[in-house]
């Protein structure tokens, strides 16, 4: 197989399942160009803010597009580049596109509500908090695995102490940026500019800020870079969203779309040969493909994080419902996109006899990418810094999403109706500051575990997030009046492989902790510590996570059968 080939297929599905299935929807669902949404009903300058169709994409498609696109496929290719490729088309249009623009959907038809008050509306208050635990456990996860990948991509040094260069100008880049979109945030709002100035504007920004920081790279180790990464996840979940969140998002948006286009484009020049084999069998190193392959290519088919960037921060920015295909189901279709580039690139770079390449996802996807940009005359060390800017902005820009929306549900988890004569210690914990330090103070107990090692146990609960998102919006469906049958598929299959591949981890996390408690060193010490930081945590989470998710799904599922079609006037 020939990368052209391949990637011309895969648009081709893809528009076409936008361009059918999506309006489908959209038509069977219906929308009200003319109605008034939530980010106009309760403009409040922080998280309901009105904002263009491009800007809403923005910070939808920057927040979704973390490490998953990228890294999942690479991984999953171990199983041949076949059933990665089935599953990101298919997950693409009928699982993780459908999830996306139903989650918002869902809100903005519910005056932007996050997905935990979507729950206590349609299956109940128990089920509400059953959710917000989870969803508040889970993005310590995101928040643990993205902040330590992010700074190791910061590490402005090598594992024998020389400088890193590329990564050290990424570093740089991404400090000025956080000050860039201050600036252009201030802009948007106080000037006004129109859709062509902000592009214009935007691009010159972009330019200028990868230039600044390849003149100027700033040197600090992977653990200066872990804390200021933490510091700027508070900032930008307590800052309002127009001056950092979508500013950001939308200038990040030109790097995530030079690297797309740059990457579809150099498939379709130099035509690649996809050396990986097609399919290698359905076990391969001690792993079977169901449900391995299902939750390691999480973004790119289907997300449970995305339902919460849909639901938590996008529907509230939403100025017009006719906005809600393209920045719900399109944004998910071009992540797709991305993760079939991350597949073909991880295809290309194998050796003639299908031995993968070398490094790590990362590693591979940048290098390869980055020798498209050489093709097009681009220097060979700023097309590598590009590249690594584009993995960390990868990671950033999903990392403040998930620490606001980790904030918000934590707050909703002790928030009350009457929050003005509630308890001390509740008023205290729906603080918005406290709430934020709380929630990455754990986020970061858990960076000790290491992005690798918590990798395995985000997938899975990604992928049960989203099928616990998929059950309430049948709820939804169904007391509104509308059709629900196309979310059942994916419902059940989510279920089936998510608890799958929790338990499966849950027992391979016991195994590992009973044999380190019988191995010792010759000192006579145990290594029963350094085992339980890596497993034990990860354990506690994974048990925590599987009896929440069994209690949601009971709730949903009762709360489903008990519910009356239409009993509910269109919202």
């Known amino acids: 197989m020939n990368g052209l080939t391949l990637m011309a297929v895969v648009i081709v599905c893809l528009w076409l399942g936008y361009h059918f299935y999506g309006r489908w929807l959209e038509k069977t669902w219906g929308i009200d160009p003319n109605a008034k949404t939530p980010a106009a009903l309760r403009n409040d300058g922080k998280d309901y803010q009105p904002a263009s169709r491009l800007s809403v994409f923005a910070h939808q498609f920057t927040s979704i597009t973390g490490a998953g696109p990228v890294t999942g496929p690479i991984i999953a290719a171990m199983f041949g580049w076949l059933p ?13 596109a459908v999830q996306d623009f139903t989650a918002l959907y869902a809100s903005v038809r519910n005056g932007g509500k996050s997905m935990g008050m979507i729950i206590e509306q349609y299956v109940g208050r128990f089920g509400r908090q059953l959710f917000l635990a989870f969803c508040w456990l889970f993005t310590l996860l995101v928040i643990a695995a993205f902040a330590d990948m992010i700074a190791a991509t910061f590490n402005g040094f090598t594992k024998t102490g020389e400088q890193n260069m590329p990564n050290a100008a990424a570093a740089s880049i991404s400090m000025i940026y956080i000050v860039g979109a201050v600036i252009f945030g201030l802009f948007q709002k106080y000037v006004k500019p129109s859709s062509g100035l902000q592009l214009a504007v935007g691009i010159a920004m972009m330019i200028a800020m990868l230039a ?33 969140k979508q500013p950001r998002d939308f200038l990040s948006m030109f790097l995530l779309f030079g690297m797309i286009i740059a990457g579809v484009v150099g498939v379709f020049v130099t035509n690649p040969t996809i050396n990986m084999p097609a399919f290698v069998g359905w076990e391969v190193k001690g792993l079977d493909l169901f449900p391995i392959l299902f939750v390691t290519i999480a ?6 994080f995305h339902s919460l960037v849909s639901s938590g921060t996008s529907s509230k920015t939403v100025s017009n419902e006719k906005d809600m295909l393209k920045v719900g189901y399109g944004a998910m279709v071009l992540e797709s996109l991305l993760a079939v580039l991350a597949l073909c690139v991880a295809g290309a770079a194998a ?3 299908g031995t993968p390449a070398a490094g790590t996802p990362f590693q591979i996807f940048s290098r390869g990418v980055a020798g498209f940009f050489e093709m097009f005359g681009v220097p ?22 998930v620490a606001r929306i980790g904030r918000m549900s934590f707050q909703e988890l002790f928030s009350v109706d009457d929050m003005e004569h509630a308890e001390g210690w509740r008023k205290l914990l729906c603080n918005v500051y406290f709430s934020t330090f709380l929630t990455l103070a754990f986020g970061f107990l858990l960076t000790k575990i290491g992005y ?34 196309m979310i059942f598929p994916p419902l059940i299959i989510m279920l089936c492989v998510t608890f799958t591949a929790l338990v499966q981890r849950l027992i391979a996390m016991v195994k590992a902790i009973s044999n380190a408690a019988a191995v010792t060193i010759p000192a006579g010490e145990t290594t029963w510590g350094a085992v339980f930081i890596a497993n034990g945590l990860q354990l506690i989470l994974a048990v925590l996570l599987i009896v929440l998710g069994l209690n949601i799904v009971f709730h949903s599922f ?3 059968k008990n519910a009356e079609h239409n009993s509910e006037a269109k919202v």
Not at 221 to 244: E, G, K, Q
Not at 380 to 401: G, K, P, R
């Open 84 to 96: 990665a490729l089935l599953w990101i088309i298919i997950g693409g249009i009928f699982f993780g």
């Open 212 to 244: 600044m920081g390849i003149a100027w790279p700033i040197y600090a180790d992977a653990d200066t870079w872990r804390v200021v990464v933490f510091l700027y996840a508070f900032a930008a979940s307590v800052m309002p969203m127009w001056i950092l």
């Open 299 to 304: 973004c790119g088919a289907i997300s449970g």
């Open 351 to 353: 050796a003639a006899d």
């Open 380 to 401: 060979a060390y700023a097309a590598t810094v590009f590249m690594t800017m584009c993995v960390s902005a990868l990671a950033l820009t999903s990392l403040d999403a």
């Open 452 to 485: 690798a090692n918590i990798w395995p146990l985000f997938g899975s609960a990604n992928q049960l997030l989203s099928a616990l998102v998929l059950s309430t919006l049948c709820v939804f469906l169904k007391v509104t009046g509308r059709s629900n049958k």
């Open 558 to 560: 009762k709360a489903y």
